[in-house]
C-alpha cells in the first residue's frame, strides 16, 4: 500500500553536508507520488542548489522570507497550510536551537512557528555537537512542544569522526513517515469523545461552585488524537483555551449540560473523561442574585456520575473507556478503587497536591492503573508529550 499517494510534504532543507540526502528524499517522495514543496535556508543553498532541488521535485523552491512576489501570497502561512506534515531534513544544531527559542527570523522558521501541522526533525551534525547539554535540552524543548525525532544515526562523519548524529538515511525516513500515514489512515476509521475542564454549578445567576481546571490535559488529548487520525469530539466546561481546529467542540457549563452532550455524541470507539466534573450541584438555584446581607445553607446533591454512567452501559460504551482521577493522598488505593467500582478500562490518575503538575500547570505526571494488567508511571513532562504517550498507548490497545 503506498501511502504517500497525493500527498502533500514541505520539505525543509538546512545547510549541513548532509543535505544532500535530501535530494534523494525527494526522489523517493515523488516515485510515490507525493507532491513536494520545498524551502532552502540561506546555509542550505550552499550545498544544494534551487535547480537541483526544482528539477527532482517539479515545484518552485522558496528561498527568501522577504521576496515580494512570494510575500504578497503570504508564503509563510500558506505553504504550512497547504501540507500534510513538514519535514525538516536535514536538521542542523543551529535550526534545533532556533525552534527551540521560538526565533523566526527566515521563511524556514517562521513556516514551522506559524504551523499547524505535525512537524518531523531528522537531526545531522557531528557527534560532540550532538551530544552537548544545549542541544539535548533543545531537542527536549521541541519534543514537549509536539515536533517528531527521527534518528539520527550512529556512523563514520564526513568530519572523520565515529559516532550518533549521522542523518537517518532517505530510505529510513520514508519508511517511518508511511508508518505514521498508515496509522492515520487505520485511525480515521475510529471516533473518539474527550471530556476536558471544569463545570459550573450555580447557585444563583452570579455565584458558582467549581474547581481549578484549566482543561489543558483534556485539549492536549484531544488535539493528540486528532492529529492521529481519530474523529474527534471534545467537550468541555469553561476553559480560557483556544479552539482546537478540525475537531467537533461542544461547549457546556453544568455536569448535566456535559453529560447530555456526552451521551449525544456516543458511541465513540475510545472515550477519555479528563474533565474535573463537579460531585454535587445545587439542590435549589435562586432566580435571582442572592443579597450578602441574607444568610443562607445551601443544600447540595450529587451529580450524576458521567464516566460510571457510560462505562456501566453496554449499549452506549466505547471500546475504551478511559477516567481520570485527581488524589491528594492514597493515590493508588483510591485509583484502583476507582478502576474496579467504576468498571473503566483504565484510570490515569495524578497527586493535585502538588502545585507544579495538574490543575493549571503546563506539566502533569501520572500514574496509569489498567484493568488488565500492572499499573505504570509516567514522569513529569509537559502535558502536551504526555498526551502523546496516552494516545499512543490508546493507538496500542485498540489496534
Not at 14 to 28: P, W
Not at 197 to 206: L, M, N, S
Not at 283 to 300: A, F, M, W, Y
Amino acid at each position: 500500500m503506498n501511502n504517500f499517494e497525493n500527498k502533500k510534504v514541505l520539505l525543509i532543507i538546512c545547510g549541513g553536508i548532509a543535505a544532500y540526502k535530501s535530494l534523494e528524499l525527494i526522489r523517493l517522495f515523488k516515485k510515490k507520488n507525493a507532491f513536494v514543496k520545498t524551502i532552502l535556508t540561506k546555509n542550505a543553498n550552499k550545498f544544494v542548489t534551487p535547480l537541483s532541488v526544482t528539477s527532482l521535485s517539479q515545484e518552485k523552491v522558496y528561498t527568501d522570507l522577504f521576496d515580494h512576489k512570494n510575500e504578497s501570497e503570504m508564503d509563510h502561512i500558506s505553504l504550512s497550510r497547504w501540507a500534510d506534515f513538514i519535514l525538516i531534513a536535514p536538521a542542523t544544531a543551529n535550526t534545533i536551537s532556533k525552534l527551540s527559542y521560538g526565533t523566526s527570523d527566515d521563511l524556514a522558521s517562521t513556516v514551522i512557528l506559524a504551523s499547524n501541522k505535525n512537524i518531523f526533525l531528522a537531526p545531522a551534525m557531528n557527534v560532540r555537537m550532538w551530544e552537548h547539554p544545549a542541544n539535548k535540552k533543545n531537542l527536549q524543548k521541541l519534543k514537549d512542544f509536539g515536533y517528531q525525532i527521527i534518528g539520527p544515526e550512529i556512523g563514520d562523519m564526513a568530519c572523520g569522526e565515529y559516532g550518533e548524529g549521522k542523518m537517518t538515511d532517505p530510505e529510513d525516513i520514508i519508511n517511518h513517515l508511511s508508518n505514521y500515514l498508515n496509522n492515520i489512515n487505520k485511525n480515521k476509521k475510529l471516533k473518539a469523545l474527550v471530556t476536558a475542564g471544569p463545570t459550573h454549578e450555580y447557585i444563583d445567576p452570579v455565584r458558582y461552585i467549581s474547581n481549578k481546571s484549566s482543561g489543558k490535559q483534556g485539549y492536549e488529548l484531544a488535539k493528540s488524537l486528532k492529529n492521529n487520525g481519530f474523529e474527534t469530539t471534545l467537550i468541555t466546561g469553561p476553559t480560557n483555551l483556544e479552539p482546537i481546529l478540525d475537531i467537533n467542540l461542544i461547549k457546556v457549563n453544568s455536569a448535566k449540560e456535559m453529560f447530555d452532550a456526552t451521551l449525544k455524541n456516543l458511541p465513540t470507539d475510545v472515550a477519555i473523561f479528563s474533565a474535573a466534573v463537579s460531585d454535587w450541584k445545587i439542590q435549589n438555584v435562586e432566580k435571582n442574585k442572592i443579597k450578602k446581607d441574607k444568610n443562607i445553607n445551601l443544600k447540595l446533591e450529587k451529580n450524576i456520575d458521567i464516566l460510571d454512567y457510560v462505562s456501566k452501559h453496554n449499549s452506549l460504551r466505547p471500546k475504551i473507556v478511559i477516567g481520570f482521577a485527581a488524589e491528594t493522598n492514597n493515590l493508588t488505593e483510591n485509583s484502583k478503587k476507582k478502576l474496579s467500582q467504576k468498571n473503566c478500562d483504565w484510570i490515569v490518575a495524578n497527586d493535585v497536591s502538588d502545585s507544579s503538575i495538574g490543575f493549571g500547570s503546563d506539566f502533569n505526571e501520572v500514574t496509569i492503573f489498567y484493568k488488565n494488567k500492572e499499573h505504570e508511571k509516567i514522569s513529569k513532562m509537559k502535558k502536551s508529550l504526555l498526551a502523546e504517550k496516552i494516545v499512543e498507548r490508546v493507538i496500542s490497545q485498540i489496534n
